[in-house]
């Protein structure tokens, strides 16, 4: 969506109005006597106080000067805010508000308040903000601190943020999010008048934003409020519904695990005791069994696997006992990992491992798809597309919402059982399946939804998948994801491969990489469904027959952002053999530093006829094409040439491996890694040090022996 340039004067506060009738419309049930006496007082405003209150209500922080409310359409701004002053929108700040005002303030401001000091505290600029406010707020006695100009503090806030969590569905502190849907920077989903009440009442919408604020601040990491949670823990309010109750559940996991951290076991079982999550219940059984409560353990396992909160803990149950109570020595987990394929990828792959298998299929003949969830997400959105999206779909609280409330409390299936089967019976039609998925496609093209983007998948691989020998099993597998969508939206293998008509998902795993429980869950859930669902192992290597471009170049200095490329140079190699040699000066576009000549002896009348780096990254992009970037350092040389091919408004995406890196791991104990150093050690030849061409075949060099040494043919001496 391009983002809105004309807009009127007073969108933001007619888009504001808008907001608080519509929450007054829908979600009047659950607006309390505070949040009626906001909306009341609002609208009770001169426009032009209004307009001020409303700029404010749209920008983060709590903290105004009058400077920071300066727009064209506002007039005498200092009047608006002395009326929000009287009629208690706003006040201002106070002692009691400066280290607030501090922590929320730039670094330039906290700065600004350390240097006015008589007697400053020592710090250091390079400090973050939070220390120097920190130091800054207990340097002098609160007035001292106060800013030197008149600032305001919002008030409202808790209605404020009531009536944001009614609309949004989520914790926000400020309506900021409108403002980026009125500039085209955030899509929406037009309700046309469909959208429900989130909640029946105000105690039920009250519970649920006492669980969502203090996830939020538990997230955000204020230590102070989640304190306050902790002791309170008592008196917190009694969840009134299922989403309430796994808010109130995700907390405690929160808390509990705060606590286990902290090695406060006793306060951790208290919070863990309070939940009904599988997550709460499993650090329980765990914290018990460690404390030598055996017995306890063991009724509380049997009643798990009796009685499981759902799929996840019923297998750790199974396990868990299996392994303390039956004899059973090693997980099933570990037992899974162990039963994976293992295959040998080259070593530059090594932070990538997803991708590498993939390549590792495709040079094989398979068609392969990075699947994870959104694969599953997909298929699922596609295949009850009307159903979720379509002009009869109700279930949406609001424009924010991207996904149906019947998904997140479990009744979809329920709510659209005929339909939904007959989704279901279209998908095991091959002549139906086309039409289904290219037509849904489409919609979601037009639709922001939180399931599908048209992005990830062409229709013809979703099709391909579905028609194939696994199009029974993921039937089965989404219609048990449209029965509980949250429990089975997640933890699904990270490759779809087709070998033909044959479908298999895979799982790869890299070295010290274990099988999560979620990943576990469903892997037995696919194989149940018939769907070749397995693990891979990835163990790391170096491939002489695979082609590597030895990557050097020269710069301006050492700053990819700030510093330009001024020789570039590549050496193709494959099975110890230089194939082939690409080099060429840059004109860097800026002079080059004195010191930089000295060094490379490259010079400005060296570069003022070379061609820039646009005209020669095609065919440096061509030369390097299937191959693995390799350098002495390697994220210097890939940063920079990043940088230049960002500057074009570029990508630059290779598998890279660097000799220093290679070089430490088969040859230890050099006392220095240097090129130079190196080849001195190990006989290499390096005429013109810090020249493109003469470095990157010295490089070459050193990958031939790091292949060597590798598989034994070479002793750590070079020899």
């Known amino acids: 969506m391009e983002p809105v340039r004309d807009l009127p004067a007073f969108y933001y506060l007619d888009h504001l109005l808008a907001v608080l009738e519509e929450v007054e419309r829908i979600h009047g049930c659950a607006l309390g006597e505070p949040e009626l006496q906001l909306i009341e007082a609002f609208r009770a405003q001169p426009r032009m106080a209004q307009a001020t209150w409303a700029r404010?209500?749209?920008?983060?922080?709590?903290?105004?000067?009058a400077e920071q409310l300066e727009y064209a359409e506002i007039r005498d701004v200092a009047r608006q805010l002395e009326r929000l002053v009287e009629h208690g929108f706003v006040r201002p700040l106070e002692e009691r508000d400066v280290a607030k005002w501090l922590s929320s303030s730039t670094k330039a401001q906290v700065l600004e308040v350390l240097a006015r000091q008589a007697e400053p505290p020592r710090f250091a600029v390079s400090w973050k903000k939070a220390r120097l406010a920190a130091v800054a707020a207990a340097s002098a006695p609160p007035g001292d601190l106060?800013?030197?100009?008149?600032?305001?503090?919002?008030?409202?806030?808790?209605?404020?943020?009531?009536?944001?969590?009614?609309?949004f569905g989520r914790y926000a502190e400020d309506l900021r999010a409108i403002a980026l849907r009125d500039l085209g920077l955030l899509r929406t989903r037009p309700n046309g008048g469909k959208a429900t009440a989130r909640f029946r009442s105000e105690d039920e919408a009250r519970a649920a934003y006492f669980y969502e604020r203090g996830r939020h601040h538990f997230r955000a990491g204020i230590d102070a409020e989640v304190e306050r949670l902790v002791q309170s823990v008592d008196d917190w309010p009694e969840p009134r519904a299922a989403a309430t109750m796994e808010r109130r559940d995700g907390l405690l996991d929160r808390l509990g695990g705060r606590a286990e951290k902290a090695g406060d076991a006793e306060l951790a079982l208290?919070?863990?005791?309070?939940?009904?999550?599988?997550?709460?219940?499993?650090?329980?059984?765990?914290?018990?069994?460690?404390?030598?409560?055996?017995?306890?353990?063991?009724?509380?396992?049997?009643?798990?696997?009796?009685?499981?909160?759902?799929?996840?803990?019923?297998?750790?149950?199974?396990?868990?006992?299996?392994?303390?109570?039956?004899?059973?020595?090693?997980?099933?987990?570990?037992?899974?990992?162990?039963?994976?394929?293992?295959?040998?990828?080259?070593?530059?792959?090594?932070?990538?491992?997803?991708?590498?298998?993939?390549?590792?299929?495709?040079?094989?003949?398979?068609?392969?798809?990075?699947?994870?969830?959104?694969?599953?997400?997909?298929?699922?959105?596609?295949?009850?597309?009307?159903?979720?999206?379509?002009?009869?779909?109700?279930?949406?609280?609001?424009e924010f919402d991207h996904l149906p409330a019947s998904l997140r409390r479990r009744s979809f299936l329920e709510e659209n059982a005929a339909g939904a089967e007959a989704r279901l019976q279209q998908l095991r039609d091959p002549a139906g399946l086309e039409p289904l998925i290219r037509s849904s496609t489409a919609a979601a093209l037009r639709e922001p939804n939180a399931l599908f983007d048209p992005a990830w998948f062409e229709p013809e691989a979703l099709v391909d998948l579905l028609r194939s020998d696994g199009n029974r099993g993921m039937a089965l597998m989404l219609e048990t994801m449209a029965r509980d969508f949250p429990g089975h939206s997640s933890g699904y293998p990270d490759l779809a491969l087709l070998d033909g008509d044959h479908a298999r998902f895979i799982e790869v795993k890299a070295e010290g990489d274990s099988v999560r429980r979620p990943q576990l869950v469903r892997m037995e859930e696919m194989r149940a469904a018939g769907l070749d669902a397995s693990i891979l192992k990835v163990e790391w290597g170096l491939d002489p027959g695979r082609t590597y471009v030895v990557v050097d170049v020269e710069t301006t200095g050492g700053r990819p952002p700030l510093h330009r490329v001024t020789e570039v140079a590549a050496v193709r190699v494959r099975h110890g053999e230089v194939l082939d040699t690409w080099s060429t000066l840059v004109n860097p576009e800026r002079r080059i530093p004195a010191n930089i000549t000295q060094l490379t002896g490259i010079s400005d009348e060296m570069v003022r006829s070379a061609p820039r780096?646009?005209?020669?990254?095609?065919?440096?992009?061509?030369?390097?094409?299937?191959?693995?970037?390799?350098a002495h350092n390697v994220n210097f040389d890939y940063g920079f040439l990043g940088a230049e091919f960002r500057r074009l408004g570029r990508g630059f995406s290779h598998p890279k491996l660097c000799t220093v890196v290679q070089m430490r791991r088969y040859f230890p104990g050099s006392p220095s890694y240097s090129l130079g150093k190196l080849c001195r050690e190990h006989g290499i030849e390096l005429r013109h040090h810090h020249r493109a061409l003469d470095d990157a075949l010295a490089t070459a060099e050193?990958?031939?022996?790091?292949?060597?040494?590798?598989?034994?043919?070479?002793?750590?001496r070079g020899v």
């Open 56 to 65: 404010m209500a749209s920008r983060k922080g709590r903290f105004f000067t």
């Open 146 to 167: 106060l800013p030197e100009r008149m600032t305001y503090v919002q008030r409202r806030e808790a209605p404020l943020g009531f009536i944001s969590f009614l609309y």
């Open 270 to 398: 208290a919070l863990y005791g309070r939940s009904m999550s599988s997550v709460s219940r499993e650090r329980e059984v765990r914290i018990r069994y460690a404390a030598g409560e055996k017995d306890w353990v063991e009724q509380r396992l049997l009643s798990m696997i009796d009685d499981p909160v759902n799929d996840e803990e019923c297998v750790f149950a199974a396990d868990f006992h299996a392994r303390k109570f039956g004899g059973q020595r090693t997980s099933a987990a570990t037992e899974l990992l162990r039963a994976g394929t293992v295959i040998e990828i080259d070593e530059a792959y090594r932070h990538e491992p997803e991708r590498a298998a993939a390549r590792h299929f495709v040079e094989r003949g398979s068609r392969a798809w990075f699947a994870e969830n959104r694969l599953w997400r997909a298929l699922f959105g596609l295949t009850f597309w009307d159903l979720l999206f379509g002009p009869e779909a109700r279930g949406f609280h609001g």
């Open 613 to 630: 780096f646009a005209e020669v990254a095609d065919e440096f992009e061509a030369f390097l094409e299937g191959a693995i970037f390799v």
């Open 702 to 716: 050193l990958v031939k022996r790091i292949h060597r040494a590798r598989h034994g043919d070479l002793d750590p």
